[in-house]
């Protein structure tokens, strides 16, 4: 393991396992700076680089650099709602009102026929029309924003204003090229749901402002309700990251049953033949961290796929926040004001300039950190999450800090620094599947609070309030 191609920022670096990955990584010929280790550093079973971790390359893209669902993130939305108004009846009422609207689950057998245009999902209230699907594709949150009715100036709190292709790449667009046939038939429908796995829909309230003036100009008050999502990779950046690569995310089962679709996607096209060699050997044979040239005709469509799964999953988060704020209208006795504060992806590939290099940035489980724009620092479901502002330094770290601090939290349980909260805090956990209902008691913030000093200390981002959790949807 070379240490002087790695910026580590309090993590811990003796787990065997990633200092093996790291070595690998390091070894990358392509590699523009030190990567970067941020404090909540880990590995997934399933995946083949390190989490809370960010890379820069030139002119190339290393896929296994981040997550196979490139595009999935976090939000915050500040509410007119007080804490002392959050009754079992409302967190009842709303969470019931998220699980409305949904279509059937699809198995294989159905999800074929579905392919094949033998049978067709039906139509649901916040389901997409081919043509919008097309536009969000396009355009990312500004079509989802105009076609769900939220306010223009959201979208100045969404990274990048949610759209991430060029008007000369628009005018050269293809969907056919990046865009598999799965995608228009699945990738319209739920579409603002999916809170599975570590995906959740947090409803919080701020403790404590930490710096009152920024708290204010941003809109943020004591006790007022926040409500923190995590999710919208969303199906389109499910079978992007699938089609586009031989991912350990997949079962053995689940790769076999993608292969005849890749094959077709792929290879369907006799036009298409002559990149054979290439696409078989980055997304059916591919080796360890392959580092694929960005300029080459198969980087440059690999890019384009990449834009158009983070493109979807802006368009996604913003279904999730209709989907709010409907179900906030029914739970609420009046119906509140609510107000973005933030928006971006954490698993994502995009082109940046960087020390006044152009590029290639890889981010697994990192924020995108933007300088004086809000920033989402989440804890767990039983500590403090904090909102943080970003700062000028964050360059010095590819601008890339933690999206939230759970693994240090756990770390923190095992060795016993931590203890039950002596205010004897609570969080009501609603799920989807038996038990329907379970309470965690809060513990003390040592983790995430780690985390956060780290991140203040390296001058990429300090905390501006403090939000405690009251319930937490999953499933």
Not at 342 to 362: L, M, P, Q, Y
Not at 381 to 393: E, L, P, R
Request: charged fraction near 20%.
């Amino acid at each position: 393991m070379d240490s002087s191609k790695i910026h580590s920022l309090g993590c811990d670096l003796s787990d065997n396992r990633i200092r093996g990955v790291l070595s690998h990584i390091t070894k990358l010929k392509s590699l523009a700076f030190p990567v970067v280790c941020l404090p909540d550093l880990h590995m997934k079973e399933r995946t083949e680089g390190p989490c809370s971790f960010a890379a820069a390359t030139q002119n190339t893209i290393v896929p296994e650099l981040t997550a196979p669902s490139v595009g999935c993130g976090m939000g915050a939305l500040i509410t007119s709602i007080s804490k002392e108004t959050i009754t079992e009846q409302f967190l009842e009422r709303f969470y019931s009102s998220m699980q409305t609207e949904l279509g059937p689950n699809y198995g294989k057998i159905k999800n074929m026929l579905n392919w094949f245009g033998l049978i067709e999902r039906p139509k649901m209230h916040y389901d997409l029309s081919v043509r919008d699907f097309i536009e969000i594709i396009k355009h990312g949150a500004k079509t989802a924003v105009a076609i769900y009715g939220l306010p223009a100036d959201f979208l100045k709190q969404v990274e990048y204003e949610g759209g991430l292709f060029t008007k000369k790449e628009l005018a050269g667009l293809n969907l056919k090229k990046i865009l598999p046939r799965v995608s228009y038939r699945s990738g319209r429908h739920n579409i603002g749901y999916g809170f599975k796995g570590n995906h959740f829909l947090e409803i919080q309230y701020i403790e404590e402002l930490l710096d009152e003036k920024l708290a204010k100009a941003w809109g943020l008050e004591k006790n007022r309700i926040v409500i923190m999502y995590h999710g919208g990779g969303g199906a389109v950046s499910y079978h992007i990251g699938r089609y586009f690569g031989n991912r350990k995310k997949n079962t053995a089962s689940q790769k076999l049953y993608l292969l005849a679709f890749k094959a077709l996607f792929h290879f369907g096209s006799p036009l298409e033949w002559k990149y054979a060699p290439k696409r078989l050997r980055y997304y059916f044979f591919s080796s360890r961290f392959m580092e694929i040239p960005a300029n080459s005709p198969e980087g440059k469509r690999l890019l384009m796929a990449t834009k158009a799964s983070l493109n979807y999953s802006y368009g996604f988060r913003m279904a999730i926040i209709k989907r709010i704020i409907d179900s906030l209208g029914k739970a609420a006795p009046a119906t509140p004001t609510v107000s973005l504060i933030w928006d971006g992806a954490h698993n994502a590939i995009t082109e940046e300039i960087v020390s006044g290099k152009n590029v290639i940035v890889h981010r697994h489980t990192a924020n995108r950190v933007f300088d004086k724009k809000p920033l989402i620092i989440s804890g767990f479901n039983n500590t403090n999450s904090y909102i943080a502002v970003g700062m000028q330094n964050a360059e010095r770290h590819l601008f890339s800090s933690d999206h939230g601090a759970g693994t240090t939290i756990k770390k923190m349980m095992e060795k016993n620094n931590t203890t039950t909260h002596p205010k004897k805090y609570k969080t009501v956990i609603y799920q989807s599947h038996p038990p329907f209902q379970k309470i965690v008691n809060h513990i003390t913030n040592e983790g995430v609070d780690y985390v956060v000093q780290q991140l203040e200390n390296a001058g990429i981002a300090r905390p501006v309030v403090k939000l405690r959790p009251i319930a937490v949807f999953k499933g």
